[in-house]
């Protein structure tokens, strides 16, 4: 798993993986399904506050009379960096559940050896079971 601005790649046994093929993968494990699908929910969110993040930038510089209004301004400033910051936190949070949905698929796929110690079925003694 590589993140970087524009998103993140995930590899399985050094080929790049796509999205669908991800999708296929975690489907099979219920825990990194829900952090799959929250990163996404996520991602769109930041997206979306990235579009109005872009949307308060064009407003400020197709304004005509900047100096007139100063209320204006003010509203634009704060939604601008509101918005900046939405677009921060959701994009972190959504990287940081894709890392978590792939540790928990790759948690699923080591082996767990575990063995019990009974009764022997056949005669006295201690059985180990597997």
Known sequence: MFSNFFGTKLYQD????????????????????????KANNLALVGGISALANLGFVVIELTDNKPFENTDNNTVNLIGYLGT?????????????????????????LEKKTAFKLGPSEKGIGIAVTF
């Open 84 to 108: 900046f910051a939405a677009t921060i936190v959701f994009s972190s949070l959504s990287k940081s559940e894709a890392k978590k949905s792939v540790l928990a698929y790759n948690q699923a």
């Open 14 to 37: 050094d080929e790049k993986l796509k999205l669908s093929e991800v999708n296929e993968l975690l489907k099979s494990d219920t825990q990194a399904n829900f952090h799959w699908k």
